[in-house]
């Protein structure tokens, strides 16, 4: 299958502070990306659609101006996590999907903590 | 926009046993019903899926089964392995450029 690349896969960094996330697709061009957050013992839940070349589209409740993507390119889209607070510490997974193809492929996921 | 119920969040069986994961959705445009195995730490592993016009699908032990009228679909594990233990999330979404709409996963474990 089509290959998902994240990076990183953790990080620890300090309140205040801001922290980026890439996700690449290697090897298919992905013109959607999916950022999902997922807290211990919980489920995925969708933070933003990532589009190639225009703006991000945010599910309710999600702050676009703490939580900023930008998808340059078709094999990469980056998420932003600024002024970073310990309520920010999750599991941060993207995920893209190959046209024509109906699977979804994703990164391993970036553990953020922010202490 | 879509709504995924998933029942039970915990289930334990004894090694051999079948275990069997129940998801509901609301949005009868959804057509694409995946589900995913996902360890500690781990990103989520697709394990077996199924499109809206097919009723079940069979990959070895693992099984789906999915009821478009009723807006539901079951997993079926067969000769359970203590391998198997992880938690299972069921999806949902419509078309292949939508996001995916996760269930609220469950831990199965599998007793030696």
């Known amino acids: 299958g089509a290959v998902v690349s994240q990076h990183p896969s953790w990080v620890i960094c300090k309140s205040g502070t801001s922290v980026k996330i890439e996700c690449r697709s290697l090897d298919f061009q992905a013109t959607t990306m999916f950022w999902y957050r997922q807290f211990p013992k919980q489920s995925l839940m969708l933070m933003a659609t990532?589009?190639?070349?225009?703006?991000?589209?945010?599910e309710q409740g999600v702050e676009k101006d703490k939580f900023l993507i930008n998808h340059a390119s078709l094999t990469l889209s980056t998420l932003t996590v600024t002024s970073a607070h310990p309520e920010d510490s999750s599991f941060y997974i993207c995920?893209?999907?190959?046209?024509?193809?109906?699977?979804?492929?994703f990164g391993q996921g970036t553990r953020l903590t922010v202490v | 926009g879509e709504n995924v119920e998933q029942h039970p969040s915990t289930l334990s069986v004894q090694e051999g046993d079948s275990a069997v994961i129940k998801c509901t959705y609301s949005?009868?445009?959804?057509?694409?019903f995946p589900w995913y195995k996902q360890e500690l730490g781990k990103r989520p592993q697709l394990i077996i899926d199924?499109?809206?016009?097919?009723g079940e699908k069979k990959d070895q032990r693992i099984a789906v089964t999915l009821n478009k009228t009723a807006k539901h679909f079951s997993l079926h594990i067969t000769e359970t392995q203590p391998e198997d233990s992880a938690v299972y999330f069921c999806a949902a979404s419509m078309g292949s450029a939508r996001q995916l709409t996760f269930g609220s996963g469950t831990q199965l474990t599998v007793l030696p």
């Open positions: 199924i499109r809206s016009n097919v």
């Open positions: 995920s893209a999907r190959d046209q024509g193809n109906t699977e979804a492929f």
């Open positions: 990532s589009n190639e070349g225009s703006k991000a589209t945010y």
């Open positions: 949005d009868s445009a959804s057509n694409y």
